[in-house]
């Protein structure tokens, strides 16, 4: 009776590693990046350039984000990155761009402003068009009022485009 015991612990994994691999036959679609492509479906990607419709411009802004998102998708999937008309397609544009105060001090002073940039995003699936979707995306951080937006704008921007970038890969590649 002793020796089944431990016999039964080494067994119980090995079964249900086996159990696994029979099962095997059905379809799943899984990596460790959380995307969740059909490869047999789709080869390509597509990203067009996101241009920026906002009030407030900021210079990098257009180019770190169209960069950002295909950039993530080039190293977190295996799709090909083409120009245009990919099986999997992104568009949109930049539509909110602003600085606003968020935290007052007893002084009514604003101590902490927050940037928020907000996207419209387009996703074409060509082969399952169940999961196109028009969608906004919208993100912010926030910096202290003694520091121009200007000169924050290069650490700022990053940081949102990362956390946009993010949103827009798991809702678009994430089938869950």
Not at 84 to 113: C, H, K, M, R, W
Not at 135 to 157: C, H, M, P, R, W
Request: net charge negative.
């Amino acid at each position: 009776m002793t020796i089944m015991r431990p016999l039964r612990i080494l067994l119980l994994p090995l079964v249900t590693v086996a159990a696994l691999f029979a099962a095997g036959g059905c379809s799943v679609k899984y990596s460790f990046s959380g995307a969740s492509v059909n490869y047999a479906l789709s080869k390509t990607v597509s990203v067009a350039y996101f241009t920026n419709m906002a009030a407030m411009v900021a210079p990098i802004l257009s180019p770190t984000l169209t960069d950002e998102l295909t950039s993530k998708l080039a190293s977190q999937t295996r799709l090909q990155v083409v120009r245009e008309e990919g099986d999997l397609a992104f568009s949109g544009e930049i539509i909110g761009y602003s600085s606003d105060p968020v935290s007052i001090s007893g002084n009514e002073y604003a101590t902490q402003n927050r940037l928020t940039i907000t996207v419209r995003v387009k996703f074409v699936n060509k082969n399952e068009p169940q999961y196109n979707f028009e969608k906004t995306f919208s993100n912010y951080e926030d910096y202290d009022t003694n520091v121009l937006l200007t000169q924050a704008e290069g650490t700022l921007i990053p940081q949102i485009v990362e956390k946009l970038v993010d949103d827009i890969f798991n809702e678009a590649l994430s089938n869950w």
